[in-house]
């Protein structure tokens, strides 16, 4: 592509637009610009990220179009112009901008693992837990990529990554999470022999920790605010991932053990994810998980009791609580096929109740006989 530099500008321009919408496509046709002429553009956005905090974030996006666009063999001569940009002001900027930088953090990464890889391992102990943030979300999105030209470079660093699993700071051990949950589904290969060491910090982020929730008034109404559900619930997102790609090196009675304990969760979300880690169970492990049915029958009957209607009671609440209890359904008819008569008595007499509720029997039938 030719220089276009009235474009270019125009698209710069509308960076200050009123309109989210014209901001975020001036961005796109801003970084794709770019790609046609990486000497010409590209220069112009890099000094914006440095100098222009208003726009940062939007300078971030049009390289973040440069950066998954470009070939390799682009990204290699420009990727010391980015990097130290990238990183620049990461421990002011908001979690939005750090993410948006990250991303490209990790993509370059790849285009030069055996140079970056290292600048990124050296920062994991980094005194401010933006900059610690920063690093962890870029090796996740190392991890996307399916080459394993890397994985070499990788395995030999990837548990100082995954150990911020147990960082002081609850935004990094969320990101370190997402990272490990990432690398459980994409490069399981990496992280199976060291599961040992990775479940216990693991099933630590199951446990809710009353010293993360916090009380808000909202006009009369008070309001429990845990800020701990995001990791929590990343964390059981994360074992659920396990069960499909690391299920041989699972010691499925501590782990069955906390499912259990999730699906008594506060969060009607981590109940949900915990139900479908039982239909996966039924299907995967049916003689480990028929062995705790019991177990788990007092907290699927609560999860289908439904919502307790009170005169604060709103239509959101009644439509989660219906959601709740379909999760939980299709969670009991797929234990229900591996049940062996005599085995599980509470939850034989669960399933009978359900299977002639007026409200839900026709649906479970039909679930069960699916």
Not at 6 to 32: C, H, K, M, W, Y
Not at 245 to 273: N, P, Q, R, W, Y
Not at 321 to 329: D, G, I, N, R
Not at 333 to 339: P, T
């Amino acid at each position: 592509m030719s220089p276009q530099p009235d474009i270019f500008t125009a698209a710069l321009d509308r960076f200050g637009s009123e309109q989210e919408e014209v901001r975020a496509a001036a961005a796109f046709a801003a970084g794709n610009i770019a790609v046609g002429n990486l000497h010409h553009f590209l220069p112009v956005i890099v000094r914006m990220v440095e100098t222009d905090s208003a726009k940062r974030l939007l300078s971030l996006h049009a390289l973040k179009e440069v950066v998954t666009h470009c070939s390799h063999g682009q990204l290699e001569n420009v990727a010391d112009l980015l990097w130290v940009p990238l990183f620049q002001n990461s421990e002011n900027s908001e979690e939005i901008t750090r993410n948006v930088a990250a991303a490209c953090l990790g993509k370059l990464a790849t285009t030069a693992p055996s140079r970056y890889l290292p600048q990124l391992h050296e920062r994991i102990l980094d005194e401010s837990p933006a900059v610690r943030a920063t690093v962890i979300s870029a090796i996740r999105y190392t991890f996307a990529e399916s080459t394993q030209s890397y994985d070499e470079l990788l395995s030999s660093v990837i548990m100082d990554f995954l150990s911020l699993v147990a960082d002081s700071d609850l935004t990094v051990r969320r990101l370190a999470l997402s990272a490990l949950n990432s690398a459980a589904r994409t490069k399981p290969h990496l992280i199976r022999d060291h599961l040992p060491s990775i479940l216990p910090g693991l099933y630590q982020e199951t446990i809710i920790k009353p010293e993360l929730i916090r009380t808000v008034q909202m006009g009369p109404w008070t309001h429990k605010v845990d800020d701990g559900l995001e990791a929590r619930k990343t964390a059981y997102e994360t074992l659920y991932t396990l069960l499909d790609t690391c299920l041989a090196k699972l010691e499925l009675h501590e782990f069955l053990g906390h499912v259990l304990i999730g699906l008594s969760d506060e969060s009607d979300e981590v109940k949900v994810i915990c139900h479908m880690m039982l239909f996966r169970l039924a299907q995967v492990a049916p003689t480990a998980i028929s062995q705790r049915l019991d177990d788990i029958t007092p907290a699927l009957e609560k999860s289908m009791k439904g919502a307790t209607v009170t005169k604060d009671t709103v239509k959101q609440d009644l439509e989660r609580a219906a959601e709740l209890q379909k999760s939980t359904l299709r969670a009991v008819a797929a234990l229900s096929k591996i049940s062996q008569p005599g085995a599980s008595p509470k939850f034989e007499v669960f399933v009978d109740v359900t299977s002639r509720n007026p409200e839900w029997g026709t649906e479970f039938k039909e679930l069960v006989g699916a």
